[in-house]
């Protein structure tokens, strides 16, 4: 069963229409919560970490927030710059490695 | 945020040779680096984890004896794919964390690996 699942798999925004990306998460215990940024034969690009519900952040048009559940990746008003796979990682208090959902691939057309 | 260089870029091999690929955090000391493996739209799957000074740690169903992690540096893991055959061909990531558990973990620009 995976630990960590991301939906949709795959979105297609219109520039300037916001959107936000899911993830869902089951650990006994949550150390961190990553969300990256990865462009295509590219390694992944650090975004946030997300460490206790309630905890947001934010950059640029970008916002994450938490629950004890899931985390959302909330994208106001997207440029085409931001088209690039969104990946969601978990740690757990018990490791020291993240583990990956398979990421959601966003598009944003002009 | 920290740098974490990988290398080579990409890298064609004939099928039972070895190719070995390195990472460096440029500006930060890691005392642990991991090696993740992808596939075409795939998420990140890891691999192992590499501690300076003492033997990787291997994820269940990885090769040890094929691939080989040396960490022999704080600065300094790599990656050795021995005879590698075209199934190995894949994009290897390694990954630095700097400071303490659970604070930001940042990637190298990958591997693409092509077995011929």
């Known amino acids: 069963e995976d630990q960590v699942t991301q939906s949709p798999e795959a979105l297609r925004l219109q520039e300037g229409e916001s959107s936000s990306l899911n993830c869902s998460y089951t650990?006994?215990?949550?150390?961190?919560l990553f969300w990256y940024r990865q462009d295509p034969g590219k390694g992944p690009e650090f975004l946030f970490t997300?460490?206790?519900a309630g905890e947001e952040k934010e950059k640029e048009r970008l916002k994450a927030t938490l629950t004890k559940k899931e985390s959302f990746l909330h994208i106001t008003a997207p440029k085409p710059e931001d088209s690039a796979t969104y990946l969601c990682?978990?740690?757990?208090?018990?490791?020291?490695?993240?583990?990956f959902g398979k990421g959601t691939s966003l598009l944003v057309t002009p | 945020g920290a740098v974490v260089s990988q290398h080579p870029s990409w890298v064609i091999c004939k099928s039972g040779t070895s190719v070995k690929i390195e990472c460096r955090s440029l500006?930060?000391?890691?005392?642990?680096m991991f090696w993740y493996r992808q596939f075409p739209k795939q998420s990140l799957m890891l691999m192992a984890t590499?501690?300076?000074?003492?033997?990787?740690?291997?994820e269940q169903g990885v090769e040890k004896d094929k691939f080989l992690i040396n960490h022999a540096s704080l600065t300094l893991s790599t990656l050795t794919v021995t005879s590698a055959h075209p199934e190995d061909s894949s994009f290897y990531i390694c990954?630095?964390?700097?400071?303490?558990?659970?604070?930001?973990?940042?990637f190298g620009q990958g591997t693409r690996l092509t077995v011929v």
């Open positions: 997300l460490y206790s």
């Open positions: 500006d930060f000391q890691a005392t642990t």
């Open positions: 990954s630095a964390r700097q400071g303490e558990l659970g604070t930001e973990a940042f």
């Open positions: 590499s501690n300076e000074g003492s033997k990787a740690t291997y």
């Open positions: 650990v006994s215990g949550l150390r961190g």
């Open positions: 990682a978990v740690q757990e208090n018990s490791g020291y490695a993240l583990n």
